[in-house]
């Protein structure tokens, strides 16, 4: 059963526009949540997080949003630029130690020119 | 990315043969973290490790799979007898810290193909 899901696998935008990616989660343990960045052949790259106690965090283009009431977070970049051309991968951990974190499958997103 | 060192960056294995998974942290890091990335599937937690220790194995199979991270040179994934089903991208991450709000820094991952 998974515990963090990401519905749409691949998502394709305009340069310029905003991107909106989603993730829902199923286990109300979860407090801390986490988006990482991947290209081809490499590894993730952490980019932004948010505690449960927020409902908003952002940094530069980036921002997250947490509806706890509703098990749902979403990533927002604006503007899209063709460098966010990556794989998002949405995670969440129970709290405390890092080796709970539990990974959706990830939104392949386009940006087109 | 280029601060956790993974090697081999490929492997192929036949059925029934070894696969040992290097990893170097991060300098300063002293926590390293295996995931397993199976085609079109999320990351998937195996081991957590600090220098001599196991401190969480629960995604670890069983059978076959075990750890390492000893006190001089890199962490060790290692695959006994392995299976078609084992092929996937192993990443290994480090973080300085065990919390959680100190992000782990992924490796660039070893692709393991058995064949």
Known sequence: DQQVKQNSPSLSVQEGRISILNCDYTNSMFDYFLWYKKYPA???????????IKDKNEDGRFTVFLNKSAKHLSLHIVPSQP???AVYFCAAS???GADGLTFGKGTH???QP | NAGVMQNPRHLVRRRGQEARLRCSPMKGHSHVYWYRQLPEEGLKFMVYLQKEN???ESGMPKERFSAEFPKEGPSILRIQQVVRG???AYFCASSPTGVVDSPLHFGNGTRLTVT
Do not use: Q, R, V, Y
């Open chain 1, 42 to 52: 490499e590894g993730p790259t952490f980019l932004i997080s948010i505690s449960s």
């Open chain 1, 83 to 85: 460098g966010d051309s």
């Open chain 1, 94 to 96: 129970p709290g405390g």
């Open chain 1, 109 to 111: 997103l386009i940006i």
């Open chain 2, 54 to 56: 196991i401190i969480d």
């Open chain 2, 86 to 88: 084992d092929s996937a």
